[in-house]
């Protein structure tokens, strides 16, 4: 893996202004995943160090959550576990631009006519809805298969973990004068490498996209009021992973 | 599986088949083959379980002994226990000795005898009097340890970690003291770590590598190698404290 941009426990107390006596809280009731727990040793003995990006982003999660919510509410809705029960309305996905008829059909075809869906085809839906531009039909297809092939394994929960990102790949194949494209699907951690003859249509941020469902469905009691500003609204609905986690913070700030 | 559950009762020496029950009590020698659920399990002779155990309240005597994970809510121990797979427990106490393989999870957990664990102790609230090993790391909302015996743990962290040598009346302290040292092998009561980091922690007898926290006391008997500290500091004249540091 490369080498990722880390912050000290102690930095992370200090910026955060939060407690040994929370963090250790916050990693006993799951909301910290322990991979994330990176543990070196420095001249002034061991230290533990985080993930920059990933733990400040988890901790503003959590100081903005932690007072509506029971904390032990809060390590379903931000973290491992998704609760396969929980169901996301459809007007919601329509906020977040991901709403496509179309893509409703392939994902969910048997519950198209309900007003709402599974977290797992929400997810799905999400996934897609990001690729739609850039993709073709069968790309669509490819990636719904690999997605639907996955489930059982537990993808959900390796995606809020592990952070996976989901990379859609196309490569030139020529041979005695006949030459083809094919499309390939590869899920795996950040950071993956491929052969410079092959092209990244697309990467999606799994983890962004399923972040975006649960914080969704976390704030579904609040009245939906004050988005006004959110600039995913008249954005193009099919942005970048980064995009995504701005707007989501921005949200959770307030 | 019939609607009421049965209650079992095993006096002399028996097995049983897993399965749900309401009440299991073993006072004899017994085993139960299998994954067991019940309301109660109660075990005043020798007892084993060889799969996973979900039961609301737990009371050994004896001397039990299970394979699989243990799910409870209330677990009382005051003979022996030896628990092969995780155990989840809303409330634990134990005078006698346990050995748990695996991670152990409570709210509130209480031992005053002796115990080890071969990987993580979590709870709200720890409090130890006894002697314990802790392969992993411990960590509770509140640790309070009073040195009874030898305790050692990787690391620990929490809100409130309070270390403290065992209280004796000054009278008899000499007297008990000899006899404490008797019983515990050798008479160290000391706790062995390799870091503690909390908000408030207060340290005797305590040898770590480095110690991390708010506001930090290192009482007597201490051997500290670093100490970093955010808010203030007091070293006790009977403590070694190699090196301090204010963040």
């Not at chain 2, 770590?208 to 970093?228: F, L, N, Q, T």
Request: charged share 30%; proline share 2%; net charge negative.
């Amino acid at each position: 893996m490369d080498e990722e941009k880390l912050i000290s426990k102690k930095e992370v107390l200090e910026k955060m202004g939060i407690s040994y006596g929370q963090l250790y809280r916050w990693k006993r009731k799951g909301l910290i995943p322990e991979i994330w727990f990176v543990r070196r040793s420095t001249f002034t003995g061991q230290e533990t160090f985080f993930p920059r990006d990933k733990i400040i982003e988890r901790i503003e999660r959590i100081k903005a959550m932690k007072d509506e919510h029971p904390l032990d509410d809060l390590a379903e809705l931000i973290t491992t576990q998704v609760n396969a029960k929980l169901r996301v309305a459809l007007a919601k996905l329509e906020r977040l631009g991901w709403l496509d008829d179309d893509l409703l059909r392939t994902c969910c075809p048997a519950d198209a006519s309900d007003e709402a869906v599974s977290i797992w085809q929400a997810f799905v839906l999400g996934v897609l809805s990001r690729l739609r531009r850039a993709a073709r039909d069968e790309e669509i297809d490819l990636v719904r298969r690999t997605l639907e092939g996955e489930r059982g394994a537990g993808l959900l929960d390796r995606v809020s973990e592990n952070g996976l990102n989901l990379y859609l790949l196309r490569k030139r194949v020529a041979s005695g004068g006949i030459s083809a494209q094919i499309s390939l699907v590869a899920l795996t951690e950040e950071g993956a490498v491929f052969d410079p003859e092959i092209e990244v249509v697309t990467t999606v941020d799994l983890s962004t996209v399923l972040q975006r469902i649960k914080l969704d469905l976390a704030r579904s009691d609040e009245a939906p009021s004050g988005e006004a500003p959110d600039g995913d609204g008249n954005g193009t609905p099919t942005g970048e992973g980064d995009a995504g986690r701005e707007s989501d913070e921005r949200e959770v700030k307030r | 599986m019939s609607e009421e559950r049965r209650s079992v009762s095993i006096s002399g020496s028996g097995r049983l088949g897993g399965g749900e029950y309401q009440r299991v009590a073993i006072s004899g020698s017994g085993r139960i083959d299998g994954d067991v659920t019940a309301e109660e399990l109660r075990i005043s002779g020798s007892g084993r379980v060889s799969g996973r155990t979900e039961v609301g309240q737990i009371a050994i005597s004896g001397s039990g002994k299970f394979g699989g994970a243990v799910r409870v809510d209330e677990m009382r121990v005051s003979g022996s226990a030896k628990i092969e797979g995780p155990l989840d427990a809303k409330e634990f106490k134990s005078s006698g000795s346990f050995h748990a393989e695996g991670d152990v999870a409570a709210e509130y957990f209480k031992s005053s005898g002796s115990f080890r664990v071969g990987g993580d102790v979590e709870a709200d609230i720890f409090k130890a009097s006894g002697g314990f090993d802790i392969d992993g790391l411990l960590s509770a909302d509140k640790v309070e340890i009073h040195l009874g015996g030898r305790c050692a743990a990787r690391e620990i962290g929490g809100e409130r970690i309070h270390v403290e040598r065992q209280r004796l009346g000054s009278l008899s302290s000499a007297l008990l003291g000899g006899l404490a040292k008797v019983l515990t092998g050798g008479g160290v009561a000391e706790l062995r770590t390799t870091q503690i980091e909390g908000d408030e922690i207060h340290l005797e007898s305590t040898i770590a590598d480095v110690v991390r926290g708010s506001r930090v006391e290192i009482g007597p008997g201490c051997h500290i190698r670093s100490v970093e500290y955010a808010e203030t500091l007091k070293v006790h004249d009977d403590a070694v404290v190699k090196e301090r540091k204010k963040s």
